[in-house]
């Protein structure tokens, strides 16, 4: 049976992930306040920031994935994209059928200040007003999807064309790659859990070092 996917915030990852997932036969319902060309996907526009409900077909979703995004860098964009169109999000889910949620988050929650090896078990202190927003952004998830919630903490994305790559990256395609695995392989864990997910890298004492491990074990290969 195909497996039916709702894709939230459908823009270049969700695209990406809509060309794997077509692979494997399945049903893409996109949403997004903007138009797609891409045709093997149902289109769903909708502004999340807006006070219109969410509406969606009547079937069983076997993977909702939450991809944020703020409406600008500054506060007021990062309190439009993990907070007021998260609410609205929540709450427009509430009656749908969902078997498990896969939402994307960022390694900021952790801060500049630590260093050397961070891995899912070190404390969440952001440093500034970006890393708290999503902090708060993986606790409403988390309080609003008391099981089958995977966050998905990314490092720095890029594209193969990037000029500057940071310490702790993670690639487009990879990303897109790691959502497509947690559908596959983890959907089914009724725990709430939650994966760093950076390419390997070495460890230094001096920096912020994003460890892999956790998802490494759970069967995923960089």
């Not at 939230?8 to 893409?28: M, P, T, V």
């Not at 903490?153 to 940071?166: N, Q, T, V, W």
Request: glycine share 4%.
């Amino acid at each position: 049976m195909k497996k039916n996917i709702l894709i939230i915030g459908y823009g270049d990852i969700g695209n990406r992930l809509s060309k794997k997932l077509k692979e494997q036969s399945a049903n893409i319902y996109a949403v997004s306040r903007h138009n797609s060309t891409n045709q093997n996907i149902v289109k769903i526009n909708w502004d999340w920031l807006s006070k219109k409900k969410l509406e969606l077909p009547k079937v069983i979703f076997d993977s909702v994935i939450i991809i944020p995004k703020p409406s600008s860098l500054d506060e007021a964009g990062y309190n439009d994209g993990f907070n007021l169109s998260i609410k609205n999000i929540v709450n427009s889910l509430q009656n749908v059928n969902i078997k498990n949620v896969i939402a994307i988050s960022s390694t900021r929650v952790y801060g500049d200040h630590q260093k050397g090896p961070i891995n899912e078990e070190t404390s969440v202190e952001p440093s500034d007003f970006r890393g708290r927003f999503i902090k708060d952004y993986e606790l409403l998830l988390n309080k609003s999807f008391t099981n089958n919630l995977n966050i998905l903490r990314f490092a720095g994305l890029y594209k193969e064309d990037s000029e500057h790559i940071s310490h702790n990256r993670l690639n487009r395609d990879t990303a897109a790659n790691i959502i497509s695995f947690v559908i596959d392989k983890l959907s089914g864990n009724e725990a709430n859990s939650i994966y760093n997910c950076s390419e390997d890298s070495e460890i230094l004492e001096s920096t912020k070092s994003i460890r892999n491990d956790k998802l490494k074990k759970a069967g995923f290969k960089f």
